[in-house]
């Protein structure tokens, strides 16, 4: 296969001054990462848990008592930051997510300035799916695209999946080594991907759209078709997924950021099976495992079954709610409003405390917004979520608001 010469995903070059600051030493030759590797991500996924010096996060994963509850937030490396904007004054979005130094400094950028217990690493759903033979563009006005949008069973025919998930996305792996190594357990590492609806969703559409109505008349109208694509991604995933572990991610999250798309009885039928399979597959590797299923609030009971350790809960409901369904064999993220970053520090102060209220009937909390941060959020206003979280819910804080 040729594919993997294709100009989408060449490796750049390290753009010279960017990762400076993490004083990088030449990182060693890409390690091979087979497909099932299972022992090595075992050893790995269980060694760093063991040993991070911060690790709240994976305590809270598993339902253990933490001391404080941990926080991290989705989208917390981006443009809100003036330390990414500085570092995206040299590079742009696809060079970023393709060369390892870089990535990894904006994946450790928001442990440095806001003091969260998790780094997410750096990356986009969309950038996974390139391998198989999907063309990514991006845009700073309209985000990410495919210029061969899966449009019908010939498209998904050929599709490939690679035996190999370092074929074409050995950048991803590198980039986590050198994470792994800088961020010297100091927090664990976050990988992720994107479910297999959201996928197939950004795959048929070829962009984020509001009503995705082409991928829902592809979904009914060409039932075959639409699952052997999620069988491909699926598969697709499960191996990179692993490759994370092995690499050096110590939990693995699965955004399904179009669950919502359907009502509860699709969802649950054209969609949850195909995540239970992939969180099925990367149990060998013994890290956490979490899933965010934006939207998806009527099917929030069958999702407590997925096999995932955590369940990403969104803004839309309430977390107390959420928790009475969900029970005590789980554990939960989430929820502050996103847009509450905007409002004064006293109100914000007053949300963090009604949102760890709001989750004191959790096996474990994983505090987080409900979703991403906003683009032109203020960061010292993000920066005090973080504060108010740790001083209101560690021994000292704990009680004084609720
Ligand atoms: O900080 C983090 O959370 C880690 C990195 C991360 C990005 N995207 C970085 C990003 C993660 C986990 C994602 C997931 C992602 N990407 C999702 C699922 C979560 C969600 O937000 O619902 C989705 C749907 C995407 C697709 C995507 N990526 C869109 C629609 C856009 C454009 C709109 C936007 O939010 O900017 C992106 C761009 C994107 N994702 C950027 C980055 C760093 C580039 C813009 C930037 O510099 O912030």
Not at 313 to 337: C, F, R, T, W
Request: proline letters at 6%; aromatic letters at 8%.
């Amino acid at each position: 296969m040729n594919r993997k010469d294709s100009p989408d995903i060449e490796r750049r070059h390290f753009v010279q001054g960017v990762g400076a600051a993490l004083s990088l030493a030449p990182f060693v030759a890409r390690a091979a990462v087979a497909a099932d590797a299972q022992p090595a991500a075992v050893a790995s996924g269980v060694a760093a848990a063991g040993s991070q010096r911060n690790n709240t996060f994976l305590k809270a994963c598993r339902g253990e008592p933490v001391e404080h509850t941990p926080i991290w937030m989705m989208r917390q490396a981006g443009r809100y930051l003036p330390q990414y904007q500085k570092v995206m004054e040299k590079s742009d979005f696809l060079t970023a997510v393709r060369t390892p130094e870089i990535a990894a400094e904006l994946t450790i950028q928001p442990v440095d300035i806001l003091g969260v217990d998790a780094a997410i690493f750096y990356s986009d759903i969309t950038t996974t799916v390139v391998p198989m033979g999907m063309h990514l563009r991006y845009s700073d006005q309209t985000g990410p695209s495919f210029e061969n949008p899966i449009r019908g069973m010939a498209d998904v025919q050929r599709l490939v999946v690679p035996d190999d998930p370092a074929d074409g996305l050995g950048f991803v792996y590198d980039a986590q080594r050198i994470c792994a190594r800088e961020l010297a357990n100091r927090v664990p590492l976050i990988g992720f991907a994107g479910a297999p609806f959201t996928m197939a969703a950004y795959m048929v559409e070829g962009r984020a759209g509001q009503s995705f109505a082409e991928f829902r008349r592809f979904l009914f109208a060409e039932p075959g078709a639409f699952a052997m694509l999620m069988d491909k991604v699926a598969r697709h995933t499960a191996r990179y997924l692993k490759a994370q572990a092995a690499a050096g991610a110590d939990a693995l999250m699965l955004f399904d950021s179009n669950a919502g798309l359907v009502g509860p009885h699709d969802y649950e039928t054209l969609n949850l099976p195909y995540v239970r399979q992939i969180i099925a597959e990367i149990r060998s590797t013994g890290v956490p495992i979490l899933y965010f299923g934006l939207g998806a609030h009527a099917s929030l009971k069958a999702i407590g079954e997925c096999g995932a350790d955590v369940i990403g809960i969104d803004y839309g409901m309430p977390l107390d709610g959420a928790i009475a369904q969900l029970g005590a064999k789980v554990s939960v993220q989430g929820n502050m409003e996103p847009f509450c970053l905007y409002q004064t520090r006293g109100e914000i102060r007053a949300r963090v405390a009604a949102t760890l209220e709001a989750a004191s009937g959790a096996r474990g909390h994983v505090f987080n917004l409900g979703h991403g941060v906003p683009r032109y959020s203020p960061v010292d206003n993000v920066k005090a979520v973080v504060d108010f979280v740790h001083e209101l819910s560690s021994g000292a804080g704990a009680g004084k608001d609720a």
